[in-house]
Structure formats: C-alpha cells, structure tokens
C-alpha cells in the first residue's frame, strides 16, 4: 500500500509497501483508495506545500491490475473509471506536483507520471513505456486524452501505436521527463524542485491547472462503457 512522508515543505507518496522494494505498485482496489486517503491528508495540510511522488526498487507502477482486470472483464469499465480518477486529481492538484520516477512505469503507471506537473527520471535504469498495444487492450478515451495532452503528437504516436521503451535520455530528449539524475540523487532532486515550488500552492493554481488541462480532464470524466470502449481478452 502507498504511504506518505513529509520533508518540510514537501510530501512525499511512496507507491508501495513501507520497508520493502520492487513492489509492481498496480492499480488495485484498495491501492487506488489508499493512494486518495493519503492525497486527502496532504489536500487538508495548510500553509505551503508540494508532492512528490516515487516509489523504491525497480518499478515506479506497473499500472493496471491486470490480474483482477482479466478475471473481471464485466466490471472493468467501473474500475477503468476508478483509474481515470487518480489522474484527473494528480493533474488538477492543488498543490505542485513532482513525479520521481525511481523505475520501470508501464501503462497506467506511465500516465500516472505524465499527471504531474514535472517528471524527474532516473538516468541509467528504467523505462517509461506505453505496451497497450503489445498486450491487444485499447486506449480509452480518457487516456488517449491525457496521453496527446501531455506529449507532442510524434511522441504520443510513437509510445501509443509502437509500445516504444523510453530511458531516461531519449524520455528527456523526447519531453516526457523534465530531468535526469543518478539514481542516488532522485529522490533529493525530486524533493528539491518540489520545495522550489511550494510556495506556488496558491487558490489561483487548481483553477489555472484545471483550465491548462481542460481537455484531458474532460477526456477522464467519460465513462468507461461498452459502446466506447471494447475490449475482450485474447
């Protein structure tokens, strides 16, 4: 389960289980409500603030739970609509946003990067990567938003219909990342530009992030149905 530390101005939202590494940190049920607690707690802070967002190990999320998603394909527009929930809060967040990615972000976890303000990626190990297509699943229309929203059309193309790994280099090169850093200097850099910002958190920045990202956040508020969104496991 994700968990929230603070380092002075900023809050830092570790992904996966405290003491532990390598967590896939996927989109499960309770992970999802877990992850809104803690954003709770952070909205309810006063005074200046930022997140930052990161996990431990080899993964920073490897996105769905397909495991639950394949074995419940009836109830997988009601839980698609619980995912597109977690970005539209990260994009329109009141405070600024940092994504310390420590790891591999596959799928949804990628977008879940993407949904921050800024994206701090370690250097040397680690790929950003959207596999949809590899794996035979659509993109909804709330990704799809969120996806063309946040990169350049060539990018978008490129991650969306080749299911590209990005490092670290070419993920900065190609504007899905902001930063690089050693991995020993990625949660401090994180932190750092983070606390550069706090002061940001202001009433006037939801209402510029929400009108910034008006298209994507109205992609993210479409439900999922079956007439939009088909999808049977190969």
């Known amino acids: 389960m994700p968990y929230l530390e603070r380092d002075g101005n900023v809050f830092v939202l570790s992904l996966g289980n405290e003491g532990q590494t390598d967590n896939e940190n996927r989109f499960s049920h309770a992970w999802i409500d877990e992850t809104h607690a803690l954003l709770d707690t952070v909205e309810a802070s006063e005074g200046p603030a930022a997140l930052v967002t990161t996990a431990t190990g080899k993964f920073f999320s490897n996105g769905l739970d397909t495991d639950w998603l394949f074995a419940n394909l009836d109830r997988m527009h009601g839980y698609l609509d619980l995912v597109h929930g977690v970005f539209s ?88 990342v902001d930063e690089t850093v050693d991995a020993d200097r990625l949660r401090a850099a994180a932190v750092a530009r983070a606390a550069e910002l706090a002061a940001n958190r202001t009433p006037s920045l939801p209402v510029i992030k929400r009108s910034l990202h008006a298209a994507a956040l109205a992609g993210l508020a479409v439900p999922n149905t079956a007439d939009n969104l088909a999808f049977a496991k190969s």
Do not use: K
């Open 89 to 176: 809060r990260i994009l329109a967040f009141p405070l600024p946003t940092v994504a310390a990615v420590n790891g591999h972000a596959f799928g949804a976890g990628a977008m879940l990067a993407s949904s921050h303000d800024f994206r701090v990626m370690r250097a040397d190990r680690g790929y950003w990567c959207l596999p949809e297509v590899h794996l035979g699943m659509p993109f909804t229309i709330g990704m799809n938003a969120l996806v063309t929203g946040r990169l350049t059309n060539q990018v978008a193309l490129t991650a969306m219909t080749t299911g590209h790994r990005f490092g670290g280099a070419e993920a900065l090169a190609s504007g899905i």
